[in-house]
Structures are given as C-alpha cells and as structure tokens.
C-alpha cells in the first residue's frame, strides 16, 4: 500500500492558521499527562494516539498537540473517504481514506496504518468511535480497526487521549486534553486483550479529565495556548469605561478562575 504523503511545511503551516482560529474561539487549550512525554518520544517508536470524538475540532486539536508535544513525529490521520475527497489538499497533509462500510475498505485501512507505522517518525491519531459521542457516554463500543492495529503492530506505543470542551466562567468554552499511560502489545497479544485495553485505558483517562474539568482547577494544566479572557460586546465596554474613569486597570475575565492579582498568567501558561 502507498504511504500517504504528509508534508512537513504544510501541516506546520495549517498549525499556524489553526491556531488563530482556535484562539478565537476558545478561551485557553490546557494538557494533563499521566506520563513524561519526553520518555515515549524518547523510545524512537511510532506511536498511535486514539482519541474519543468529540466534535468537529478534533482533528484541528490533535494537530496542534502532535506540533508541540510529538514535533519529531510524522502526523498521519484517517478520515471518511467522503470528506477527504471534498477537501484534496489534506491528502498532503497526513490523512488518508477510512471506507469500514465494506470488508475491503477496513482492510485498506489496517495496509496503510501498518506501512505509515513501520516509520519510528510515524504517528497516527485515530478516533475509534467513529461517530461523535458525547464526552461522558462512556459505553459505546470500539471500532475493530484499533485493536486490530494493536495486535500486529508490537513494536508501536499506543497512547489514550481523552478531550473535552467544557465551558467555565467566560463566554466560550476551554480544550481540555489528556494523555493517557502509553501501552506497547507485545507480539502474540489477541486482538481481544488488545481490544479490551485500549477501551478500559481511554474510558479512564476521559473519567480522570471529566473529574479534574468539574473541580475548575487551572492549576491542573500545562497550557498550549493560556487562558484569555476576552470583552463581550456592550457589557465589557461599560466595565472598561467604569475602571478608566477609576484609574484601574480593565480585567475582562468573568469568574474568579481566570481572574488573578497583578494580572499574572495561571500556573503552567508560561
């Protein structure tokens, strides 16, 4: 099977401009790790990242994590043939067709995913699911493709990576992520072993982000992008006019979280 081509430039590139758009539309993107990154890059292996659907920023996220976290790793993705199709430039960009309607399909995707993987520089970020599902329904079954891949692919770190958009004090809502403990499935693991742990490992690392996201701890998170608070139209320029004829400084944040003295960053944002 041909390997995708993933051209460094232009998902750099994408980064950039999506990083903007998330920006705009987000408050703050925070991280949480169980494990030391630094250590599974370390290991020169290809990785594989299975990530719960959330919603339509998905793929955007894992892009922006891959970029800071995973740079000297290749980013790969699979995504509905349909969709690739209607957007021709991410062919260039690491994503590659997914047709698991049809046996021939679903065999494809395993051909591809098993060459891309044989690159230690290689990592694919794959949402098991299938479909969206809300952050918190927790019983939907895997599609087989992951535990498939896990079971033929022993010499490759597969990592959890639950993600949720939570709103907290200010008008838009935050990116929470976390990494999961790395898991490696030594060579004559089933693919029902294989299957079992990587629904069990990602279905805890989301309970484990869902509790730290309901205590509103920024101090919880390592920020990619830190928490903004930006004006909401009338009511902050009344708020603004009000401190300047004060002679205070204009805090736009909205809740006690985001709000800190002096206007210091929370910890982590640095």
């Given at each position: ?39 599974v890059v370390a290991q020169d292996r290809s990785l594989v990242f299975y990530v719960n659907h959330v919603g339509w920023w998905d793929p955007i996220v894992a892009m922006l994590l891959r970029k800071r976290y995973y740079s000297n790793h290749i980013f790969y993705a699979p995504i509905d043939s ?189």
């Amino acid at each position: 099977m041909p390997i995708p081509q993933s051209k460094a430039w232009l998902v750099d590139g994408f980064c950039r401009f999506t990083t903007r758009m998330v920006r705009k539309n987000f408050t703050c993107l925070g991280v949480q790790f169980e494990h030391d990154q630094g250590s599974v890059v370390a290991q020169d292996r290809s990785l594989v990242f299975y990530v719960n659907h959330v919603g339509w920023w998905d793929p955007i996220v894992a892009m922006l994590l891959r970029k800071r976290y995973y740079s000297n790793h290749i980013f790969y993705a699979p995504i509905d043939s349909k969709a690739l199709e209607a957007y021709g430039v991410f062919r260039k960009m690491g994503f590659y067709g997914l047709e698991l309607e049809s046996y021939a399909g679903a065999s494809d995707f395993l051909k591809t995913s098993r060459e891309i993987l044989k690159d230690p520089r290689s990592s694919i970020w794959i949402t098991p699911e299938g479909d969206f599902a809300d952050c918190r329904e927790h019983d939907r079954p895997f599609m087989p493709g992951l535990a498939h891949l896990a079971a033929t692919s022993p010499h490759t770190v597969f990592v959890p990576l639950a993600l949720e958009y939570p709103f907290w004090e200010e008008a838009k809502p935050m990116i929470a992520a976390r990494f999961g403990t790395p898991m490696c499935f030594p060579k004559g693991t089933s693919k029902a072993e294989c299957a079992q742990h990587v629904f069990e490992s990602l279905r805890t690392t989301q309970k484990k982000l869902a509790r730290s996201v309901m205590r509103r701890e920024f101090s919880e998170f390592e920020f990619l992008l830190p928490p903004k608070a930006q004006r909401q139209s009338w009511y902050d320029t009344l708020r603004a006019s009000k401190a300047w004829f004060k002679g205070r400084a204009f805090d736009p944040s909205h809740g006690s979280v985001t709000r800190r003295k002096g206007g210091s960053e929370p910890p982590g944002a640095e």
